[in-house]
């Protein structure tokens, strides 16, 4: 049974990805982008992962505190063509010179779970964590989703979709609109994950036994027009095709203007 939406202070997700790209001092020796991965970094041979573990390192700073992060470049390059980029554009610009990245709209827990990915091919499984802490890690995988969006890891973004759901499901608790607004916000029309969350606050706004309504994704719906489209073509669908009565067939005093719990004597116009 669904409880109502958890509600969590607001975290100060920004509609508007902050990225900045900035050059350092310190040259490497140009190889070129390993290739992108399409197997699990675990199963890749020793020699290869070796490789990958050797060069220069990329500084990359996250979140509002700047966390800093120093990751071999080659690893990044081999998973991400989105690094790939980065690489390629400051070596041109700057002669050689090594590029750091600073992502100060992504959240530090999220980036925490990629840099176990890059390098151990898995992320955590929330089945092994307790009940405390399942909602704050299924918050994080929202967040690693967001920024694996932003810089192309469709692999990623499948597990990080797949431990929210697990995560929501096992913590009892669903996502309110602080948490889906950045969701629309952040990711494009096509997205699975716009999907998902407009299916939750469905089910919600239909559930009788939840004290969620349609006026409790507010902020959603003046935000985003596609959330408004995709909740109700949600309910469409969900409502397995019955249909409410005609309001043109209906007691026509439901339309009258009186004080609330008063009926009318006048008769309905058809």
């Known amino acids: 049974m669904d409880t109502p939406p958890y509600t969590p202070p607001p975290t100060g997700h920004s509609s508007i990805d902050s990225l900045h790209i900035h050059y350092c001092d310190f040259a490497y020796e140009h190889k070129g982008p390993f290739r992108m991965a399409v197997t699990d970094i675990g199963e890749t041979t020793a020699k290869t ?67 176990k990915w890059l390098y151990q091919g898995k992320i955590d499984n929330v089945s092994d964590m307790p009940m405390d802490k399942k909602w704050d890690f299924a918050d994080a995988c929202q967040q690693l989703y967001i920024l694996c ?8 973004k499948n597990l990080a979709i797949d431990q ?33 969350v407009s299916k939750i606050a469905a089910r919600q706004i239909m559930d009788p036994e939840s004290e969620s309504d349609a006026s409790t994704y507010r902020q959603c719906f003046e935000g985003s027009s596609d959330f408004a489209i995709d909740v109700v073509n949600a309910i469409k669908a969900g409502a397995g095709g019955s249909l409410f009565q005609d309001p043109t067939e209906e007691d026509g005093c439901c339309y009258h203007e009186h004080s609330l719990g008063q009926r009318c004597d006048t008769p309905s116009h058809r």
Not at 65 to 71: A, I, K, P, V, Y
Not at 149 to 156: E, G, R, S, V, Y
Not at 175 to 196: A, H, M, N, Q, W
């Open 49 to 115: 992962f070796a490789e990958l573990l050797s060069g220069s390192t990329m500084d990359i700073y996250v979140g509002k505190t700047r966390r800093h992060w120093s990751l071999h470049r080659n690893i990044l390059c081999h998973h991400s063509t989105w690094f790939q980029k980065q690489v390629e554009h400051g070596s041109m610009k700057e002669g050689g010179k090594d590029v750091s990245v600073e992502l100060f709209d992504d959240d530090p827990r999220a980036f925490e779970l990629l840099v």
């Open 149 to 156: 969006d932003k810089i192309n890891l469709p692999q990623l």
């Open 164 to 196: 929210f759901r697990k995560g929501c499901n096992e913590a009892g608790l669903v996502p309110g609109p602080e948490e889906i607004k950045p969701v629309y916000d952040k990711t494009p029309p096509s997205s699975p994950f716009r999907k998902l």
